[in-house]
């Protein structure tokens, strides 16, 4: 009984190692993010204030908004720094119990997902939020201005950030899963017009509230579905081509 008792708290001592060292890894990330803060919070309040007119700012409207937006941004880029640390402690618990090609596999979609995810960001910021902000500040009557606080607006970009990076990761996923043999191509076709519903609803949630915007949204999530189809197309066929050879 001793004898199985012992890897089972080795296992479970070296994920204690494991936490302390991402906790830790997080503590500085914080500290780093923090040193960066004014910066980012700056740079995505760019995309509205050139639209504003001259003069024009967000406010806060209690006494600790600012200090936690601050924060929150703070742990937002200190995350997005340590993260490779931390998933570099999680293969290292997890990887031992995995065969040679499934680390590969998990690897490539860390990999892919990742630079994505970046590219992501990036593409909210440069393509998506701006004409997003432009539709929201020309909707409706002109005799209503904005009056904008510091938090609303921050939650608000960071969301259209993380929307738009997580739409991004939708083909790639399709791809992993279809070259890993889990889901075949001919299935993604299948759901097509599940994925115009499901892509419609998300479009009319987060698009202003008229057709036209909600159309604009649609059109480039139901593009990366497709793309994704696409891709598990040639994954697959790549896959059964290596096999073969």
């Not at 504003?52 to 941004?73: C, D, Q, S």
């Not at 490779?84 to 490539?108: C, D, N, Q, T, Y």
């Amino acid at each position: 009984m001793d004898e199985q008792k012992r890897p089972l708290l080795m296992h479970l001592e070296e994920l204690f190692v494991r936490l302390r060292r991402s906790i830790l890894y997080l503590v500085v990330g914080f500290v780093g993010g923090y040193v960066v803060s004014s910066w980012a919070v700056d740079e995505l309040q760019k995309p509205l204030l050139t639209r504003l007119p001259e003069g024009a700012h967000l406010v806060f409207t209690t006494p600790f908004e600012k200090f936690w937006v601050y924060m929150r941004i703070s742990l937002i880029c200190g995350l997005i720094f340590v993260l490779p640390a931390m998933i570099w402690e999680v293969s290292r618990f997890v990887g031992p119990g995995l065969k040679k090609h499934e680390r590969g596999r998990i690897a490539w979609l860390l990999v892919t997902a990742s630079v994505v995810f970046g590219l992501g960001l990036w593409v909210g910021y440069r393509f998506v939020l701006p004409p997003l902000i432009d539709a929201i500040l020309q909707f409706g009557s002109g005799s209503v201005v904005p009056f904008l606080t510091l938090s609303s607006y921050i939650n608000t970009t960071l969301g259209v950030l993380l929307a738009t990076a997580l739409f991004l990761e939708v083909p790639v996923f399709m791809v992993h899963l279809s070259k890993w043999g889990w889901v075949r191509p001919g299935t993604w076709s299948q759901g097509r017009k599940l994925a115009v519903i499901v892509n419609a609803i998300v479009s009319a949630v987060l698009s202003p509230p008229d057709p036209a915007s909600m159309i604009v949204m649609m059109i480039p999530l139901q593009l990366l579905y497709e793309g994704g189809i696409i891709g598990a197309r040639v994954a697959e066929w790549f896959s059964h081509d290596s096999s073969t050879g």
